[in-house]
T-cell receptor, first 114, second 114 residues
Framework: DTGVSQDPRHKITKRGQNVTFRCDPI?????LYWYRQTLGQGPEFLTY????????KSRLLSDRFSAERPKGSFSTLEIQRTEQGDSAMYLC????????????FGQGTRLTVV | QQQVKQSPQSLIVQKGGISIINCAYENTAFDYFPWYQQFPGKGPALLIAIRPDVSEKKEGRFTISFNKSAKQFSLHIMDSQPGDSATYFCAARGGGSGTYKYIFGTGTRLKVLA
């Protein structure tokens, strides 16, 4: 297993378009997280899943954002009607469940909205 | 109460010196405190982590010191090398109500001079 995989690595889109990102977690990791990171800032929590259940969603997340993890494996993050303020690095992380767990991040998807 | 405050924002250290980065938190429900290293254009990579029932953890040149009563923890990088030049983030997981999300500090940009 080569770690958390994110696709695409880079995405340029026009304002108003919809985009979808994919995250493949480490095998057998049942927790999956989505974060957003803007330049010079720490990762900001968006949402997380345990298996296929979305357990928490940030109040900062507008209704243009939706995430799914239909079979408890890979996850998708969709942004509808993109805005320039959505330009950021979107990071996915995964971990096993339990207390003594470690979360591992993917390389991220860099979104630029023009 | 959900914030993790990190300092300094930037740090310059001579090769061979000790780099020290500090973080403070308010929420005593946090149960796990990792540190991540991030290079430009890459996802955060887990360095070392500690649970609040331990006061110190060392892995190679990296040490976490944890002060539960003061609600503070710090990362020490011994014998700092130019290759350690990166941005470092502290994080705290949990925060009550059974959540397992991670809250990140704002980051410290470390530059190690050759």
């Amino acid at each position: 297993d080569t770690g958390v995989s994110q696709d695409p690595r880079h995405k340029i889109t026009k304002r108003g378009q919809n985009v979808t990102f994919r995250c493949d977690p480490i095998s057998e990791h049942n927790r999956l997280y989505w974060y957003r990171q803007t330049l010079g800032q720490g990762p900001e929590f968006l949402t997380y899943f345990q298996n296929e259940a979305q357990l928490e969603k940030s109040r900062l997340l507008s209704d243009r954002f939706s995430a799914e993890r239909p079979k408890g494996s890979f996850s998708t993050l969709e942004i509808q009607r993109t805005e320039q303020g959505d330009s950021a690095m979107y990071l996915c992380a995964s971990s096993t469940a339990g207390h003594n767990t470690e979360a591992f991040f993917g390389q991220g998807t860099r979104l630029t909205v023009v | 109460q959900q914030q993790v405050k990190q300092s300094p924002q930037s740090l310059i250290v001579q090769k061979g010196g000790i780099s020290i980065i500090n973080c403070a938190y308010e929420n005593t429900a946090f149960d796990y405190f990792p540190w991540y290293q991030q290079f430009p254009g890459k996802g955060p990579a887990l360095l070392i982590a500690i649970r609040p029932d331990v006061s110190e953890k060392k892995e190679g040149r990296f040490t976490i010191s944890f002060n539960k009563s003061a609600k503070q923890f710090s990362l020490h990088i011994m014998d700092s090398q130019p290759g350690d030049s990166a941005t470092y983030f502290c994080a705290a997981r949990g925060g009550g109500s059974g959540t397992y999300k991670y809250i990140f500090g704002t980051g410290t940009r470390l530059k190690v001079l050759a």
